[in-house]
């Protein structure tokens, strides 16, 4: 056996798949639910979509540990903040203290992230901040290892002005593609729409995504998939 493959301090590969799209009246998250350690699956069902504040959810990709003591600290931040105004705190403000943490901790986290949400001022709007702490304002944003072959999908699928039904079903298509090509995710898909009306959470199960070119349909088990034979009778 490769003893590298024993060697706890060698770096892991972590996948996943994130998206976060704007639409006309909100934005809509989406992620996909496989924690992988290198070759193995750690949690098949995690929850990726990490809830800020009321109006803000923030998408984690990279290190599971990394993303989760940075959305902890944020959501601390932004709840003091809150308290010190006596009113919601806007998404760009969200955005601002998950780059601020991750560009001052960046030689130490190894962690990309999507923040969306609605405030009253902006409306519906979608932040990166990839590795390094980068803010970018986009209409839309993809992370992880599933992003790779999503990128020409969203070129030609995604457009200014859709309602919230199209976003919604763009971000579970996409990341069923990306959950047929990345082997690094995998699982279900979660979602979240965030609007002036508050957030709507959705859940779609593996075995209701659509299936792409050349995967095998869900089954229950091995048999399943064997034709079962007749049982040839006995002769005396």
């Known amino acids: 056996m490769d003893k590298s493959l024993l060697d706890v301090e060698q770096p892991h590969s972590m996948g996943t798949t994130i998206i976060g799209v704007t639409y006309n009246g909100g934005v809509v998250l989406g ?75 960046k030689a130490m986290l190894q962690t990309g992230m999507i923040v969306g ?9 979608i932040y990166g901040v990839p590795l390094g702490g980068t803010l970018l304002e986009q209409p839309f944003a993809i992370g992880g290892s599933g992003s790779s072959y999503l990128y020409g999908f969203f070129d030609q699928a995604w457009r200014e002005g859709m309602t919230q039904e199209e976003a919604e079903k763009l971000v579970a298509t996409a990341v069923s593609l990306a959950i047929a090509r990345d082997g690094a995710s995998g699982g279900v898909v979660r979602t979240v729409t965030i609007n002036k009306d508050g957030a709507t959470r959705k859940f779609y199960p593996g075995d209701t995504l659509p299936l792409w070119h050349e995967e095998i349909e869900a089954v229950n088990s091995l048999l399943d998939i064997v034709p079962a034979a007749s049982p040839e009778p006995m002769v005396s």
């Not at 540990?65 to 006596?86: E, K, M, N, W």
């Open 31 to 105: 992620a996909d639910s496989r924690t992988s350690t290198g070759m193995y699956v750690a949690n098949r069902a995690s929850d990726k979509i990490t809830q800020l504040t009321d109006n803000v959810y923030v998408c984690r990709s990279g290190s599971a540990a990394d993303s989760q003591v940075v959305s902890d600290y944020v959501r601390y931040f932004l709840h003091q903040h809150t308290i010190q105004l006596g009113q919601p705190a806007t998404v760009k403000v969200a955005a601002n203290l998950v780059r601020l943490l991750s560009y001052n901790n």
């Open 117 to 125: 949400g609605w405030d009253k001022y902006e409306g519906g709007k």
